[in-house]
């Protein structure tokens, strides 16, 4: 071979390695220039995952992906990892202590994939968000999603109101063999609570881009009339109370004109759609029986005292990770039901982590609820979200999460991850401003 084909043959075997690099690289470069779409995507897997053995590690890859994706970048751009004492710290503990817990168990997919549901996920979500939320055009993408997202659960939950099932996607929402409520307006989430939670707060979240005329006209007068529906189809004693109470606080907590102006409508929407209800007898029924169910009351309270026996017990080492059920099913012979469930946050970390586990989650509840306290640091355009009057709404978003986790343990990874993205965005604006890089990939 001469001199010039073996020069020809190196060159070209260069030629296909550069290829080859851009082709892997190049996905990767995309993925580390728009983080926030990675980031709403994967929210959207979480929504959307399928109850199907076949996918379910689908929000596994997804979140990994993310965490990869916002992790070279900060690596690329030489951003350091953000830490907010008052949240991050309990945060350690919390894991820590549920960590340790499963490992000392036998290995069993469902403990860890409630675990990660339940802690893992959304703490890595309030982290990640804090680096990745933190211009005007990812704060404006992750708006235009919670619409979104909020316009098909209320066509949804509207749509199983007025038995318009063939409307429905996807179709395993009415599957009764999955997941319980099939009676209620469940959405993807497969229980009325956490549906009915997911409405409300992103209904706030709409109602604060209406005060800021970022939701108006046709789009702002659906959002009145459909989102009352929505919450009255989940059937549920508890997210009714929480979405009126909420309603009421926007009528007194808030000092946007604006903002209590829409309140109003949408007690006047609700009331009206109510009515409305009333007047078909077997809607009237229906919303009757269910205001007078005394039923699964009795088995909560019953589940409640037994609960609260087994805390007792062990009040400083609890019974451990997912233990809970199996220990109530041998405690409560007089009911025949398949599963046991607490249907109780609160109670569920007291009796599997003790107290140590109940301090840990207080100081992370009550670390979020100073994020909003705080005047933020960096501010955005006029109209931008979130601005300092969301904070005003803050307390509120809180507040309907820690009711509800009265009455459902909230393992449930997208209502979980949207709250902690939410205060991983507060958080990011109560931080000083990096200082930007003259190299590396534009933020």
Not at 24 to 36: E, G, N, Q, T
Not at 102 to 131: C, E, G, N, R, Y
Not at 293 to 306: C, T
Request: charged share 15%; proline share 5%.
């Amino acid at each position: 071979m001469s001199s010039t084909e073996y020069i020809s043959v190196q060159f070209s075997a260069y030629e296909t390695c550069c290829v080859a690099v851009k082709t892997v690289v190049r996905p990767l470069h995309a993925l580390l220039l728009a983080p926030a779409l990675l980031f709403l995507a994967t929210l959207t897997v979480m929504l959307f995952r399928p109850p199907d053995l076949q996918f379910y590690a689908l929000d596994r890859i997804a979140f990994l992906l993310l965490a990869f994706a916002v992790l070279m970048r900060c690596l690329v751009l030489r951003r350091p990892l953000v830490i907010i004492p008052s949240v991050t710290w309990p945060m350690v503990g919390m894991l820590c202590l549920v960590l340790f817990s499963a490992l000392s168990q036998p290995f069993d997919s469902q403990t860890w994939s409630l675990l990660a549901a339940k802690f893992i996920v959304p703490f890595a979500l309030f982290h990640l968000s804090l680096l990745v939320f933190d211009n005007p055009q990812a704060l404006r993408r992750f708006e235009v999603f919670s619409l979104v997202v909020l316009a098909y659960l209320c066509f949804t939950a509207v749509a199983f109101l007025v038995g318009a099932k063939a409307l429905i996607f996807p179709r395993f929402i009415l599957d009764e063999s999955l997941g319980i409520h099939a009676d209620r307006a469940r959405g993807p989430f497969l229980q009325a609570v956490p549906n009915g939670v997911s409405l409300t707060i992103l209904g706030l979240i709409a109602l604060d881009s209406f005060r800021r005329a970022q939701l108006r006209g046709l789009w702002a007068v659906l959002l009145l009339v459909a989102l009352p529906l929505a919450i009255l189809a989940t059937m549920t004693r508890a997210v009714w109370l929480s979405f009126a109470v909420a309603t009421f606080l926007l009528l007194f907590h808030t000092s946007s004109k604006r903002l209590r102006r829409a309140g109003l409508w949408l007690v006047v929407a609700g009331t009206t759609g109510l009515l409305v209800a009333l007047s078909f007898a077997d809607m009237q029924t229906s919303l009757q029986d269910r205001a007078e169910e005394r039923g699964p009351v009795e088995i909560r309270w019953g589940v409640y005292k037994a609960g609260w026996q087994m805390f007792l017990e062990r009040p400083l080492s609890g019974w451990g990770t997912n233990q809970m059920p199996s220990e109530l099913a041998n405690r409560m012979t007089d009911y025949h039901l398949q599963a046991f469930w607490v249907h109780n946050t609160y109670l569920e970390i007291l009796v599997e982590h003790g107290i140590v586990g109940i301090i840990f989650y207080g100081l992370i509840v009550g670390g979020l609820f100073r994020l909003g306290m705080k005047r933020p640091r960096i501010k955005y355009p006029e109209g931008s979200f979130p601005d300092t009057e969301f904070r005003e709404i803050w307390p509120i978003i809180l507040g309907v999460y820690v009711f509800n986790a009265t009455f459902v343990v909230m393992n449930y990874q997208f209502v979980n991850g949207l709250l902690f993205t939410l205060a991983g965005m507060l958080a990011a604006q109560n931080r000083t401003r990096p200082q930007p890089r003259k190299y590396g990939i534009a933020s």
